[in-house]
């Protein structure tokens, strides 16, 4: 299928890695020039190398942390106007409630809500005033249904969600979409993080932590970058502009639900 956005120009943050880039190499592939992002700078220049070399699209970098000011700033004067966003971080550490106080809930907050939010805020005016635009958010599961020991993570993406849901209401008009993307477990270095945190909680093997969090899933695997990209192009693409607000659920059937 052909997207229509070939020419367009994508900033897709926290992407050296994982979803970010699965993201990233569908949006190439389309052949949307890419600003992308993520704290260390050498993998995300060997991630940027293999997108060029690959899909010949353009590709400029900035290393900084998306969640501190400075480095959005950074992140945004490199990129100037662009089409397409894709807001991504690192997810917030796992624990129990009674392990969180104030400052953590404060750095999730940041990470999780108020950097997308601010991103949008800086990038949306651009989208509306061209007529075009289109915001994808990578939040998690979480949202649909709480992941306990991710609490941190429930709160700051809820949040996000409700911002996006009246937000995506008010830029609708001027041609510029927003929609969020959920991941279910995906066979990233994060999910091998969390897989060892299980493994610790129960001091069970790995492979056993991983079968178990399998398991839940009926599609019994892990999801993939690639299948995970593949949906943000399209909410990026000329086909989605009808879709509004939407939060789409990539889980492989783990969260239970008729609709
Ligand atoms: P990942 O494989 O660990 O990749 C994370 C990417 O983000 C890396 O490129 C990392 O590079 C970059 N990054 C992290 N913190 C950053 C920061 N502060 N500023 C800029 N770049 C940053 O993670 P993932 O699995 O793709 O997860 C992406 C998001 O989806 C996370 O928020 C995660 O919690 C959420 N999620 C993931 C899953 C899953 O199963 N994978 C499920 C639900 C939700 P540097 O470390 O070099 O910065």
New binding site residues.
């Given amino acids: 299928m052909d997207l229509g956005i070939k020419g367009k120009r994508a900033l897709v943050?926290?992407?050296?890695?994982?979803?970010?880039?699965g993201c990233a190499e569908a949006l190439a592939e389309a052949g949307v020039a890419l600003v992308l992002?993520?704290?260390?700078a050498s993998?995300?220049e060997e991630t940027a190398q293999a997108i060029r070399a690959r899909y010949g699209v353009e590709v400029t970098t900035v290393a900084?942390?998306?969640?501190s000011e400075a480095?959005r700033a950074q992140v945004l004067a490199a990129a100037g106007p662009v089409d397409i966003l894709v807001t991504?971080?690192?997810?917030?550490p796992p624990g129990m409630w009674s392990d969180w106080e104030r400052e953590d809930f404060i750095r999730a907050l940041d990470?999780?809500m108020l950097t997308p939010i601010a991103l949008m805020k800086a990038l949306l005016p651009g989208m509306m005033a061209q007529g075009w635009g289109r915001v994808i958010n990578?939040?998690?599961?979480?949202v649909r249904a709480p992941i306990g020991v991710l609490g941190l993570?429930n709160a700051a993406r809820s949040g996000l969600t409700g911002y996006v849901a009246g937000t995506a209401r008010q830029v609708a008009p001027q041609g510029v979409t927003i929609n969020n993307l959920l991941?279910?477990?995906?066979?990233?270095?994060?999910?091998a993080?969390?897989d060892g945190a299980v493994m610790q909680a129960q001091g069970i093997p790995l492979d056993e932590a991983r079968a178990q969090r399998m398991a839940t899933i009926p599609a019994r695997r892990?999801?993939t970058?690639a299948e995970f990209g593949a949906a943000c192009a399209f909410l990026a693409s000329q086909h989605a502009g009808f879709i509004v607000g939407q939060n789409l659920l990539l889980d492989g059937g783990a969260f239970h639900s008729t609709v």
Avoid: E, F, Q, V
């Fill in positions: 943050c926290a992407a050296s890695k994982g979803l970010g880039r992002n993520a704290r260390g993998a995300l900084a942390d998306i969640t480095g991504n971080a690192g997810g917030p990470a999780n990578i939040t998690s599961a979480s993570s991941p279910g477990i995906h066979d990233t270095d994060r999910a993080a969390l892990y999801g970058a």
